[in-house]
């Protein structure tokens, strides 16, 4: 039940931040808006561990560790994300992270030594074809492509560094380090490194008073981040990080909705059939239905055969 609670609560959250994070572009550096969303976000953290007496001790080791999943998970990633926004709508933006399933299988394998399935390779090429599909209205009608590749490009960099930072938490869990801690070092660590970074570029801090920027910051720090982000890496401690980055399936359905009423974003066939095909590869890669005697091992088995007897 409590996996089930994790799961939708991750999705209703995470589904509508996309929307949050467009609302904080404009006077403020965006440096300084993810810098003040995981200041807070950490103070409340920690906070609350004090309060509750459930602050694990870390090793040096550890702390290393949470640096760089802090670097992946609350610095790099949402600089690209933030970013991306200024290119591409934010809807189209989770849609991109939604590829975080096949990145997480991907990362498995070669952190952990678990081989994806023919499902992963099948489904990953469906998610592929249906973000290209999504993608081809907004392509057709750009003037200057330029323009849209920078988002797409930002988004899937973004991507990927949300997965290594699943991939880490996956190596504090297995030590038995639960989010809370891992995640409220992580978020100093990545405040820290983006607050150097800023400092260097002489990035100006300034604060917005307008009442949506403040909202947004808010709704971003506390649901977005303390609650979305310690519900979501529990997921991945009970159920595996492939598992739980399915929830970024559903992810594209909640923000294109809310796209569509706040960012005019239209609703073309086209659209709806890659969006299908995203939300069908994935699918196929955390189905519990198995075919039998289909996997990547037995056809690579099989084509291996093949070779051999045709003196390839």
């Not at 989010?179 to 260097?200: D, K």
């Not at 403040?214 to 529990?234: C, S």
């Amino acid at each position: 039940m409590l996996t089930v609670f994790l799961y939708l609560l991750t999705i209703l959250i995470w589904g509508t931040t996309w929307i949050a994070i467009k609302l904080q572009l404009g006077d403020v550096a965006i440096e300084a808006s993810i810098i003040y969303r995981f200041s807070l976000a950490a103070i409340v953290m920690f906070c609350l561990l004090q309060l509750f007496k459930k602050r694990q001790s870390l090793t040096p080791r550890d702390h290393l560790f949470c640096m760089l999943q802090g670097a992946c998970l609350f610095c790099v990633n949402f600089y690209c994300f933030y970013l991306a926004t200024g290119y591409v709508s934010s809807g189209l933006i989770s849609v991109i992270f939604s590829l975080a399933t096949v990145l997480n299988a991907i990362n498995n394998w070669i952190w952990f030594s678990r081989k994806p399935t023919i499902r992963v390779l099948c489904g990953g090429f469906l998610g592929l074809i249906g973000i290209s599909i999504l993608f081809w209205p907004e392509l057709r009608h750009q003037t200057d492509i330029w323009t849209l590749l920078p988002g797409v490009a930002l988004a899937a960099a973004g991507t990927y560094c949300f997965s290594l930072g699943n991939m880490l938490s996956v190596r504090h869990q297995k030590r038995g380090l639960k989010p809370p801690t891992t995640n409220a070092w992580g978020m100093f660590y990545g405040v820290a490194i983006l607050l150097m970074i800023s400092l260097m570029n002489g990035v100006e801090f300034t604060l917005s008073y307008d009442i949506t920027y403040l909202t947004a910051l808010l709704y971003l720090a506390i649901p977005g981040t303390v609650v979305g982000f310690t519900a979501y890496l529990m997921l991945v401690g009970r159920i595996g990080a492939d598992s739980a980055a399915y929830t970024t399936v559903l992810f594209p359905v909640v923000a294109l909705t809310i796209s569509s009423f706040y960012e005019g974003y239209s609703w073309s066939p086209m659209a709806v059939s890659g969006l299908l095909l995203v939300i069908s590869g994935n699918v196929i890669i955390f189905s519990k239905l198995r075919l039998p005697g289909v996997s990547s091992e037995h056809l690579l088995r099989h084509l291996n055969k093949y070779i051999s007897t045709k003196n390839i």
